[in-house]
């Protein structure tokens, strides 16, 4: 196919980290792009804050402008790139750019998670094409993967590790035996973590990705303020190494499942099997493992977040809608097909393995009493250590077997209100 007809106009609408490495892949590889997709794919307008910050990139001052209105209402804009972050003004420019005829691209989970109702209806009214293939796992393939190559199957469970920042920080914490804090510190210092480390630290990161995730997979709406979230906050040093004991090591997973009473969706630390092959994702990488009824278990690795990486899953995007606008046609595998919101299953139905740490008084009798207690709510212990006794302390830990979130949580509040438990120290899910 010739090249020669019009380009295909980008905005941008931020460039920052990301951003600059959409610049740099479409400044260099502009040829190549032409050929695969047909079209010169050509930057029209790159909407920031400050035009005069270096952004390590050779762009062009006409470019660049703060009036970001200017980018989602451009005619020579056909495919708007949305690489801010927030959602606000980020959702609100992306509607503006689709009533304006645009299509668009995105990275942007949390508005994604929050504002795909919106977003995706504008969308289909107005027969644009809104893509995001980056907002979930960086640089691996995640989004597409679902909603073409899966397509034939039909998803019934999902466990991923998706945010790498946590995953730094737990892997540092288990190969070096350290405290949160101290990784947590070296992390900034790094800057694998945000000066304000929230949204990964307490999991909303991934509990935004694991929305957007189980609404591609199950074929609806999801609340995300119903998705039960833990963080990596409890996890200390001492629970890592009793896992280690156990044959285990602690990450940070986000589940999803379809039960017939609803959709199960949870973001908590978890002791996985050493074994696992999710036991070897280590460091700052992601990795996502899904059953489909046909194809059975598949498993998607890589770097999930980064310049180039996540800039190789937006530019990838682009490519894709500069092939589509070419051949004058849209994809409907590609587009959002539900709209009604998916019943989520309420945590205190979910089961789960438990990992129970208890700081006990050192009494006779006291390791009977804590097993009728788990036992009178239908609790069996599967596995159990007890250390040393410290100032009339002692500390037992115990892996269950599967048990119902609510009775878990029962025996416990039982347990703690009696004489002969100190502390729940900590309460750990086993899996995936
Ligand atoms: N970084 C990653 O590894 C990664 C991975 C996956 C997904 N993402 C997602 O990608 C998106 C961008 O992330 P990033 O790391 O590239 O962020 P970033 O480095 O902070 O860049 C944000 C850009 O948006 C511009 N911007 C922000 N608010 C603005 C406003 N109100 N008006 C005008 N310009 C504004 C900034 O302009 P100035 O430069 O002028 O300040 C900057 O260029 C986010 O949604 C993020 O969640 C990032």
Redesign the pocket.
Known sequence: MSTGATPIGVGM???????AGVVKLLQDKSALYAHRTGRRIELAKV?????H?D?GVALDAALLT?D?HAVTTDPDVDIVV?????TE??VELMLEAIRHGKHVV??????IAKFGREIFTAANEMGVDVYFE??VG?GIPVIQPFKRSLIANEVTELAGIINGTTNYILTAMTEQARDLADVLDEAQRLGYAEADPTADVDGHDAKYKLAILASLIFGCRIDVDQIHCEGIRGVTATDIAYAKQFGYVIKLLAKAAQHERGIEARVHPCLVPVGHPMAAVNGVYNALFLKGDAVGDVMLYGR????M??ASAVVSDILNIASDITAAKSSRLMACQHNHTGTLLPMSETISQFYLRLSTHDRPGVLGFVGSGLGQHGISIETFVQSRVTGGLAEMVFITRPAREADIQHALTQLKASDSVHDVSSVLRVGP
């Open positions: 609408l931020g460039c920052g980290v990301v951003g909407g920031v804050r400050d035009p910050k952004r703060t970001l949305e690489l801010m972050g927030g003004p980020a995105t990275a942007n989970k949390e508005a980056a907002s960086g999930g977040a980064g310049q990486p996540t």
